[in-house]
């Protein structure tokens, strides 16, 4: 990828390529150069929902996710998952990487994250 278009079009293919994805909307998309953002809420087959957010960099060595926020949460509302690093946790030993695993008051170490990894991870955890 040679700038922050490239990884908005790599992005959207993985969406539309993903097993789990029903419905998606782009709530807010931005390139300028080699920085940028997306912020995306896709429906899921199984009726959960998620919502994905990041601001990242391209470099010649890669994409650099600088901050993100993955939130899974089922059609009723009740929280699956969300993948943060947010400097909030600092007790957690990959601090700032982290997960909120069912409840917000179940934070558990995680490794750094992106849209590739999430749409794995949910494709394992549906079973499709």
Same mark, same amino acid.
């Given at each position: ?18 097993s789990?994805?029903?419905?998606? #909307?782009?709530? =807010?998309?931005?390139? &300028?150069?080699d920085? @940028?953002l $997306? +912020?995306? /809420? ?23 996710? #600088?901050?993100? =926020?993955?939130?899974? &949460?089922?059609?009723? @509302?009740? $929280? +699956?998952? /969300? ?46």
């Amino acid at each position: 990828m040679t700038n922050a278009s490239d990884y908005l079009t790599h992005v959207k293919a993985l969406i539309v390529l993903s097993s789990q994805v029903l419905h998606w #909307t782009i709530v =807010r998309e931005e390139a &300028q150069g080699d920085r @940028g953002l $997306l +912020r995306y /809420r896709l429906t899921l087959k199984d009726g959960s929902l998620l919502e994905l957010f990041e601001f990242f960099l391209v470099t010649q060595a890669g994409v650099q996710i #600088t901050k993100y =926020r993955f939130h899974w &949460q089922r059609s009723d @509302g009740q $929280l +699956r998952k /969300r993948w943060d690093n947010a400097p909030h946790h600092p007790e957690i030993a990959t601090y700032p990487y982290h997960v909120h695993d069912g409840e917000e008051e179940n934070v558990l170490p995680n490794e750094s994250m992106n849209v590739e990894k999430v749409l794995a991870i949910i494709t394992t955890e549906t079973g499709a």
